[in-house]
């Protein structure tokens, strides 16, 4: 199993430009989830999906969009690039179940290595 | 607003001694808690997590206390060991949420040999 993976590693683009980034998951996980990483601020919602074809937004949706056309990807598209969406991206997996500790297997994400995203 | 806070950007630990890493909330409807680490370059990974019907789970080395009076939740890491340095994320779900975490800024611990 690769688990969830993403690429492109690492990308820069100017201003104004578009780009997908893309995830991956072989583990049959329901849910999907995209967060951006920037310094003092923790991890931050984008988007999320529970199943193929269902997607909402999270903490910071503006300028990104999401689709989920199968159980498997989920990318997310930058519609016209902006130096404030400088920061590192990681894209989630979980599935739903009980959990030992009593809450649902849903909370507990599994990460893709993250995409490190420079806008100019 | 930040509704998860970890008060302390770093941490330093000498090995084989205990770690304490903090974490308050201000939601009472977060109705689970979860830890997360971080090595550099790497994807968060999952350590360990709590319900908010209990107070305390053990796994191994790793132990988190759940304070829901306080909203403070803590991970306990005994003994401590050098491949334990990494950034240190807790996160809470919304109750009735599916599938959305809330996390905190982060601790960085360092574990000296």
């Known amino acids: 199993n690769a688990g969830v993976t993403q690429t492109p590693k690492f990308q820069v683009l100017k201003t104004g430009q578009s780009m997908t980034l893309q995830c991956a998951q072989d583990?049959?996980?329901?849910?999907m989830s995209w967060y951006r990483q920037d310094p003092g601020m923790g991890l931050r919602l984008i988007h999320y999906?529970?199943?193929?074809?269902?997607?909402d937004q999270g903490e910071v949706p503006n300028g990104y969009n999401v689709s989920r056309s199968t159980t498997e990807d989920f990318p997310l598209r930058l519609l016209s690039a902006a130096p404030s969406q400088t920061s590192v991206y990681f894209c989630a997996s979980s599935y739903s179940g009980l959990t030992t500790s009593g809450g649902t297997s849903t909370d507990t994400q599994y990460f893709g290595p993250g995409t490190r995203l420079t806008v100019l | 607003d930040q509704q998860v806070k970890q008060n302390s950007p770093s941490l330093s630990v000498q090995e084989g001694r205990i770690s304490i890493l903090n974490c308050d909330y201000t939601?009472?409807?977060?109705?689970?808690f979860l830890w997360y680490k971080k090595y550099p370059a790497e994807g968060p990974t999952f350590l360990i997590s709590i319900s908010s019907i209990k107070d305390k789970n053990e796994d191994g080395r790793f132990t988190v206390f759940l304070n829901k009076s306080a909203k403070h939740l803590s991970l306990h890491i005994v003994p401590s060991q050098p491949g334990d340095s990494a950034v240190y994320f807790c996160?809470?779900?919304?109750?009735?949420?599916?599938?959305?975490?809330?996390f905190g800024t982060g601790t960085l611990l360092a574990v000296q040999p």
């Open positions: 583990m049959n996980h329901e849910y």
């Open positions: 999906s529970v199943g193929a074809g269902i997607t």
């Open positions: 996160a809470a779900k919304p109750g009735g949420a599916t599938n959305k975490l809330i």
């Open positions: 939601n009472s409807m977060f109705d689970y």
